[in-house]
């Protein structure tokens, strides 16, 4: 018989059993695994007599590990979804659309959705043919300053508009602020100088147990195919390759360069993933 039950009411044992549930599936739901992690209340853990079988972060941006969805998991979940105030549902493809229909059920209407590769890599560090940059440029990793915030809003707007809003919504400025001020508080945040100006940044976006996950590459259009790019993501893979963990990183479906590039640099093609706004 399965059950739903809030995570922070679970017995140590399954919290215990909630994280290696999860842990197969970490790099598809590194949100869901912090959310974890940090035994937040959006969290609803499904289990089947005593095993998890799906797990769903609940707040304005659903996050999901359902490996395999059911009308009995479908209707345990329907009744805690936060339907009003839904921005968005983000993870694997399959858990995703599952989801899409439960709300689609209750009057909910997505507005726009993306498709991405979600792409991961294990071992072999870059060498400086990689993370090096020959034209007097530099990488520089961006701390949390009135300076770095102001230098980097023009890049981060951009990012924004291009890779994360719908077509028909332009970002306002605020959430630029806000989104860039997150990151680099709890982030590790590189970019590229050229004459001391920022003009192409990639960051770290979320760390599970074994996982963390690169999000943010954005280079300014009139700098590209200087391997900015390439260099930046490489430094930050090594990075996170020499502390123990694997990167992870998503592309989109329709970004024929940038998954080139990075099957390029090693990165393996894992899975499927999806956002869905409303």
Known sequence: MMQ???????????????????????????????????????????????RPCAIVGNGKIITHCIPDPSDEIARLISPVLNIEDTFSVNGERSGTDFIVKILASKGKSMAYRYDYI??????GLFDKSYTALCGGEEIVPCAFTLNSLEALEPLQKDYLSVEVARPDHSVSDSYVKATLHQNLKTQVVLAVEVDGSP????????????????????????????????????????????????????????????????????????????????
């Open 4 to 50: 739903i039950l809030p995570y922070n009411k679970l017995s140590e044992k399954d919290k215990a059993a909630v994280k290696n549930f999860l842990l197969p599936y970490e790099s598809s739901c590194i949100r869901l695994c912090e959310l974890v992690k940090k035994e937040s209340e959006e969290i609803f853990a499904i289990f089947d007599e005593d």
């Open 118 to 123: 979600l792409m991961e890599k294990r071992d």
């Open 199 to 278: 003009k192409a940044k990639a960051n770290t976006s979320g760390t599970g147990w074994n996982f963390v996950q690169i999000g943010g590459v954005y280079t300014n259009p009139q700098f590209r195919r200087y391997g900015f790019a390439k260099a930046l993501v490489a430094t930050l893979t090594n990075r996170i390759l020499r502390s123990g963990k694997y990167a992870s990183l998503f592309v989109k479906e329709k970004n024929t360069a940038a998954r080139n590039l990075y099957e390029s640099m090693g990165f393996s093609k894992v899975g499927l993933w999806s956002i869905a706004y409303y």
